[in-house]
């Protein structure tokens, strides 16, 4: 059974491996409530989309099924612009090498 125990670790991420962790701001519970269940934050903090981008992305997430209320949706789309607008420099997330 090692071949097992290998074949799930090597689906694992990296140990040391650390995602982002998203800005603290208005909004921010509401996003990783609804998006978390299907994204990492980095999906979210590597894009670089205007109001009316994520405001077409926050809609089909919510058709695809995010959780996300009619009434906090204009909150999260405001978080989202906020911090990843066009201005936005994403640093990828740094993983551990292999030894
Ligand atoms: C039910 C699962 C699910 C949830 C919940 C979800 N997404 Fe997605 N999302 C996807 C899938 C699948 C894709 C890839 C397909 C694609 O790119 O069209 C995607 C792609 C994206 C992309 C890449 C660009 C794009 O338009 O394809 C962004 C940005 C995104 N999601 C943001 C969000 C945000 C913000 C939320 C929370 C409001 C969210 N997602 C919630 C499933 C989900």
New binding site residues.
């Given amino acids: 059974m090692t071949w097992l125990l290998l074949a799930i670790l090597a689906a694992l991420p990296m140990p040391g491996t650390q995602f982002k962790q998203l800005p603290d701001s208005k909004g921010k519970a509401?996003?990783e409530h609804?998006?978390y269940?299907?994204?990492s934050p980095d999906?979210?903090a590597q894009?670089r989309?205007t109001p009316k981008q994520?405001t077409?992305?926050?809609e089909?997430?919510?058709r695809?099924?995010?959780?996300?209320k009619e009434s906090d949706k204009q909150v999260?789309i405001d978080y989202?612009s906020r911090h990843f607008g066009p201005e936005n420099r994403f640093t990828p997330t740094a993983t551990t090498p292999m030894k």
């Fill in positions: 509401e996003i609804a998006c269940t299907c994204h999906l979210l894009q989309l994520w077409a992305t926050v089909k997430m919510m695809w099924g995010a959780e996300l999260a989202l």
